[in-house]
Every structure is written in structure tokens, then in C-alpha cells.
């Protein structure tokens, strides 16, 4: 009896021991707030609910199982991973299916997949690799080709189009190169240049691009058009008060106000029904989640380590910030949902991919120090 008590004591350690606990407490938490927000979100369509528990369920484990995956190892996908989502990418572009004027998915026969969401975690790992390989004789050609290896899926994923994904993944593409030592002149040069072009750029954007830039401005040009949504939105969060209106009681969501209430539009949602108060300790707790990979990244023990938990933190940053911004009303409308809170299978497990990385960074580590 002793014997077997020990066994399943020596499983169940060897089970959790590359969980990082602090950070799934966080995460699980935010999940929690999201999963309660998508209810309400959604009073009519509870199999909303129940599949968004489904997925949460699927993303934790695979975020286990590559919590389990040495960082030495994960270094093996970096290429292959890379060049798959590319591939893909360009299948998009030939074959894939268009749906609301966006060719974005690619039919696999028994299901459609979004190959974009690959490249959020593609990107930072092949940058990753590679600046791990040339760290020790890093010149200027070596940022050169990283930008290169950043700019074909970044123009790839905008032309289908996909502008929230395509800022995505430059972002976290960007915050390999600048934690890799990309000199503050070179940054203030490309920003020079961007406002530079922003004109020609703006010409490159397509129609409803520009019309949404121009509705953030002044969204009562068009309030039940392209600015129904900023409006409806920053309704709702006012109206939420202090305290908010109290769970199942916002007036926005449940008339119906709202659009795509229960994913990019869920922090409307939330602001409605629980105010300043709440929104506080939603920023408090993505606050507690970038400082916990923060930290992972700092103590991480090689180049390929450090670079790789450092973008994925400041992926899951510019998540919540852009999101945040456009619901608020002072970002454009572009179309990426809030991390952890917002309904969808695909993004749920792009992200939980990036928590097992983490993970798999911080327990290996211990291990090793051990």
C-alpha cells in the first residue's frame, strides 16, 4: 500500500514539476474573468460557453506538453515551423477561402485553419534561433536578415488582409530584434523613415482600412457604419461607472448593442458590468502576467531562452494593449482579440503555446541550477 502511495505521489510530482505555478495561477485567473464574461456575453448561445471551457481544457494541455519540451529542443521546430507557416501562408494566398472579403483560412478537408496564428509563434522562435547561432559575431547584416525573415509573413499575413495578425506578429518579430541589441539609431532612423512614407503608406491601405482610421478620429461620421462599433463600445465602458453595473446586468450587451460582444469586443463587456473597479484588477492581473515573463526572461540562461520569453511576454502586452485601445476608442479597429478573455479555440492555443514555452524556459532552468 505504502509502495503504491509512493508511486502515485512520484507521478503526480513528476506530472507538475515543469508548471510554473505563478504564472498559471495568473493565467487562470484571467481565464476565469473571461470564461464568466463570455456567459454573459452570450446569455442565448451557452454552447459558447461550454466549447470556450472545451478549448481552455485542449490549450492547457498542450501548454503542458510543451512545458515538458527542453528549451534545447524546442530550438529543433524553430526552422521547420518557420517554413511550414510560410508555406502555408502562400497556400493561403492561392487556395485559400475568402469569408467576409478576407482570404485567411486554409480547408484541411475535415476543418479550416488560420495558418497566421502559426507564425505568432514561429516568428519569435526562428529570430530567436537565430540570433542565438550569430550572438557571438553579430553585425549589421545579421539584423538585416532577421528583418528579411520578419518582412516576407509580415506582408504575406497584411495581404490577405489581416492587419491585426500582421501587427502581431512584426511586433513580437521586433521585440526579438530589439532585446537582441538592435542600436537605438537604427530605431529612430526606421521611425523617421515610417513618418516619412506614411503617406505613401496610407495609399497602400485598402479602403475600409483608411475609412477605419478616419472613424477613429470622429466616429459620428458614420455612426451606424464603420463607427457603430467605437461608439457602441466606449457607451458601454462609460456607462459601467465606478462599480459597474453588476454581472448579467449591462444594458449595452444584453439589448444587443454590441457587436462581436463575446470576442474582440468582450473587454466592453466586462467594463460594462464591473466598472473602473474591475478594469483595475484585469490591468492588475495582465500586470502580474508580462511581470512574471519578465522575470522568466531575465533569468533565462542562454541567448535563444532570453529573447524567446522576452518576445512572447511582450506579445501577450501588445494583446492587451491593442485590444484595449481599440475598444476604448483610441486605437483603430483592428480586429485581435483580448488575451485569455476572448472567445476562440485558435488563438487560445497559439497563446497557451506561448505560457508552455515560458514555462519550459523557467522549471528547465531550475532544474539545471539544481
Known amino acids: 500500500?505504502?509502495?503504491?502511495?509512493?508511486?502515485?505521489?512520484?507521478?503526480?510530482?513528476?506530472?507538475?514539476?515543469?508548471?510554473d505555478f505563478p504564472l498559471l495561477l495568473i493565467t487562470m485567473a484571467i481565464m476565469a474573468i473571461g470564461l464568466a464574461t463570455v456567459h454573459s456575453a452570450t446569455l442565448d448561445a451557452n454552447e459558447r460557453m461550454l466549447s470556450q471551457a472545451g478549448n481552455m481544457g485542449v490549450a492547457m494541455v498542450i501548454m503542458w506538453v510543451v512545458a515538458r519540451i527542453p528549451p534545447q529542443k524546442l530550438m529543433n521546430f524553430a526552422i521547420p515551423l518557420y517554413v511550414v507557416g510560410l508555406i502555408l501562408l502562400v497556400a493561403v494566398f492561392l487556395f485559400g477561402i475568402k469569408v467576409n472579403g478576407a482570404k485567411r483560412w486554409l480547408s484541411i478537408g475535415f476543418t479550416r485553419i488560420q495558418p497566421s496564428e502559426i507564425m505568432k509563434i514561429a516568428m519569435p522562435l526562428m529570430l530567436a534561433w537565430y540570433f542565438h547561432k550569430f550572438e557571438a559575431t553579430l553585425k549589421l547584416r545579421h539584423y538585416l536578415v532577421a528583418a528579411l525573415l520578419l518582412l516576407i509573413p509580415f506582408t504575406l499575413i497584411a495581404k490577405q488582409p489581416d492587419l491585426g495578425t500582421a501587427l502581431l506578429v512584426?511586433?513580437?518579430?521586433?521585440?526579438?530584434?530589439?532585446?537582441?541589441?538592435?542600436?537605438?539609431?537604427i530605431i529612430v532612423g526606421l521611425?523617421?523613415?515610417?513618418?516619412?512614407?506614411?503617406?505613401?503608406?496610407?495609399?497602400?491601405?485598402?479602403?475600409y482600412q483608411r475609412k477605419?482610421?478616419?472613424?477613429?478620429?470622429?466616429?459620428?461620421?458614420?455612426?451606424?457604419?464603420?463607427?457603430?462599433?467605437?461608439?457602441?463600445?466606449?457607451?458601454?465602458?462609460?456607462?459601467?461607472?465606478?462599480?459597474?453595473?453588476?454581472?448579467?446586468?449591462?444594458?449595452?450587451?444584453?439589448?444587443?448593442?454590441?457587436?462581436?460582444?463575446?470576442?474582440?469586443?468582450?473587454f466592453a463587456v466586462y467594463s460594462e458590468e464591473w466598472g473602473l473597479l474591475g478594469n483595475a484588477l484585469l490591468l492588475f492581473l495582465y500586470t502580474l502576467l508580462i511581470g512574471r515573463g519578465m522575470m522568466i526572461s531575465a533569468a533565462a540562461v542562454t541567448p535563444f531562452s532570453r529573447l524567446l520569453a522576452g518576445a512572447i511576454t511582450l506579445g501577450f502586452f501588445t494583446y492587451a494593449f491593442i485590444n484595449m485601445g481599440m475598444v476604448s476608442g483610441i486605437l483603430p479597429v483592428v480586429g485581435v482579440p483580448l488575451p485569455f478573455m476572448s472567445y476562440g479555440g485558435t488563438a487560445l492555443v497559439t497563446l497557451f503555446l506561448g505560457i508552455g514555452i515560458l514555462m519550459s524556459i523557467e522549471t528547465h532552468r531550475m532544474m539545471v541550477k539544481k
Request: glycine letters at 14%.
Open 212 to 266: 477605419r482610421v478616419m472613424t477613429l478620429i470622429d466616429p459620428s461620421t458614420d455612426p451606424l457604419g464603420a463607427g457603430y462599433h467605437i461608439i457602441q463600445a466606449t457607451i458601454a465602458i462609460g456607462s459601467g461607472g465606478s462599480f459597474g453595473k453588476g454581472y448579467l446586468n449591462g444594458t449595452q450587451t444584453h439589448l444587443e448593442f454590441i457587436p462581436e460582444r463575446h470576442t474582440d469586443f468582450i
Open 170 to 185: 512584426g511586433a513580437v518579430g521586433f521585440y526579438v530584434l530589439f532585446l537582441a541589441g538592435l542600436p537605438w539609431k
Open 1 to 19: 500500500m505504502i509502495d503504491v502511495i509512493s508511486s502515485i505521489k512520484r507521478g503526480w510530482l513528476n506530472a507538475i514539476r515543469h508548471i
Open 191 to 207: 521611425l523617421t523613415v515610417a513618418g516619412a512614407a506614411a503617406p505613401l503608406l496610407w495609399g497602400m491601405l485598402h479602403d
